[in-house]
């Protein structure tokens, strides 16, 4: 990121007053912006980095990140962990646009509230089988990350679509929406997701709540989910009982890690989150790459 003055007499001439280190050498890189169609027509933007002298092939192991919600846009930005981290390894990373943000105005927003979520996640499904059709991935090295509301999607991702994909990292997440209300800050969410103590909203809530979403006799693919003892906006809570269910009904690839420390953000510091990095990418490796990590079916299910 540089940061450049330009002046009222000579506007074309600019003076760098600051510029942050480069972290990653992003020479060989190509980015580009691309549209996947959603199911109900909907263009979807979202911005692909891979190697640029990568076939399309099918062969790159490919993460793609979404949020979706509360009128937040993603924006392109430099993210050095993701160039070291991913990038380097020879991985390709997608940004979704979905319905729920803010990139395309209100509208965009108003467009996935409440009952209408699903269309956030058919967005978020739309790009994943784009990126397939396109040659970048394939479906069982293609994998998700989310965090926060974003946790919320991927977590979706597992429940609704686990076939499209070959891991998942959820972070932070929101899983549990028949009580997210009384947990912490959730009572001021009510307005992007709808009231779980209202019947009519529920019916609609609970069909895109991960934990009650869960089936059993179903394969899913291996997925981390991490959070933090100390997050002051979405409990823990959210993701220890959608581990507990998952292992009680038997999948062994279900992944948790707890940071005592921290906030929302997850680490308290650079050096936790460089660890926490360290940690999700690493399980990527090994869940795509390596395949240590394998899917797994659950058995039988508690409600």
């Not at 070291?84 to 991985?91: N, Q």
């Not at 967005?123 to 946790?151: M, P, Q, Y």
């Not at 919320?152 to 499209?164: A, E, I």
């Not at 529920?202 to 089936?215: F, R, T």
């Amino acid at each position: 990121t540089a940061y450049e003055l330009a002046t009222a007499e000579a506007p074309e001439k600019k003076e760098r007053i600051k510029a942050l280190p480069s972290f990653y050498d992003a020479s060989g890189l190509t980015t580009e912006q691309r549209f996947a169609t959603s199911k109900d027509g909907t263009r979807v933007p979202y911005f692909l980095i891979r190697k640029s002298d990568k076939a399309l092939d099918g062969s790159t192991p490919t993460l793609l990140y979404g949020y979706g919600g509360f009128e937040i846009s993603l924006t392109p930005s430099y993210i050095a962990t993701v160039g070291v981290g991913w990038l380097e390894r020879g991985g390709a990373y997608v940004q979704a646009n979905i319905r729920g943000g803010g990139e395309y105005g209100p509208r965009w927003h108003q467009a996935a509230l409440k009952a209408s979520r699903n269309k956030a996640y058919e967005d978020f499904e739309a790009v994943a089988v784009d990126l397939v059709k396109l040659g970048v991935t394939s479906h069982d090295i293609l994998a998700c990350e989310g965090g926060s509301n974003g946790g919320l999607l991927v977590g979706n991702m597992l429940t609704r679509s686990p076939q499209l994909w070959g891991a998942i990292v959820c972070a932070v997440p929101l899983l549990d929406m028949r009580r997210f209300s009384k947990l912490l800050a959730g009572a001021s969410w009510m307005g992007e997701y709808g009231d779980p103590d209202k019947e009519d909203e529920w019916a609609s809530l609970q069909n895109y709540s991960p934990y009650h979403q869960l089936k059993a006799n179903t394969t899913y693919p291996p997925v981390l989910f991490t959070t933090s003892t100390r997050d002051d906006r979405v409990h823990p809570g959210h993701a220890r009982k959608m581990v507990h269910k998952l292992l009680e009904c038997g999948m062994a690839s279900a992944l948790y890690y707890e940071n005592i420390e921290g906030g929302h953000g997850g680490a308290a510091d650079n050096k936790q989150r460089a660890f926490m990095k360290t940690l999700s990418y690493s399980f990527l490796q090994r869940a795509l790459v390596d395949k240590e990590i394998q899917p797994c079916a659950t058995g039988a299910c508690s409600s």
